[in-house]
């Protein structure tokens, strides 16, 4: 098992950028795609983006691209999301995750592993 730690959440104001940062430990973080949820306050965790296991394809849902983006550094066994032109739509709390079922699913049902989540917090 890998555990999962998020951190660089934050409150930030529309038109903003904000670096989450995700550190894996406990198991070869390289072996596996890596991705990032969030779950709105009332709303049902969704897919944000997800990178495979050396970076080289990555996919993102339709609502962030163009403004996220997602990298890692498997070196550093981290995982980073960086978001620009946030938008108030963009509050919630993201998660990140690993698992290799991720790229294919782009759903939970391929995640093995979880962060606890860092709030992300766009205000108007």
């Known amino acids: 098992q890998v555990q999962l730690v998020e951190s660089g959440g934050g409150l930030v104001q529309a038109g903003g950028s904000l670096r989450l940062s995700c550190t894996a430990s406990?198991?070869?973080?390289?072996?596996?795609?890596m991705g990032w949820f969030r779950q709105a306050a009332g709303k049902e965790r969704e897919f944000v983006g997800t990178?495979?296991?050396?970076?080289?394809?990555?996919y993102y849902a339709d609502s962030v691209k163009g403004r996220f983006t997602i990298s890692r550094d498997n070196a550093e066994n981290t995982v980073y999301l960086q978001m620009n032109s946030l938008k108030p739509e963009d509050t919630a709390v993201y998660y990140c995750?690993?698992?290799?079922?991720?790229?294919?699913?782009?759903?939970?049902?391929?995640?093995?592993?979880w962060g606890k989540g860092t709030l992300v917090t766009v205000s108007s």
């Open positions: 995750a690993g698992g290799r079922g991720i790229m294919r699913t782009m759903t939970s049902d391929g995640v093995e592993d």
């Open positions: 406990g198991r070869t973080f390289s072996t596996y795609a």
């Open positions: 990178i495979s296991w050396n970076g080289g394809t990555v």
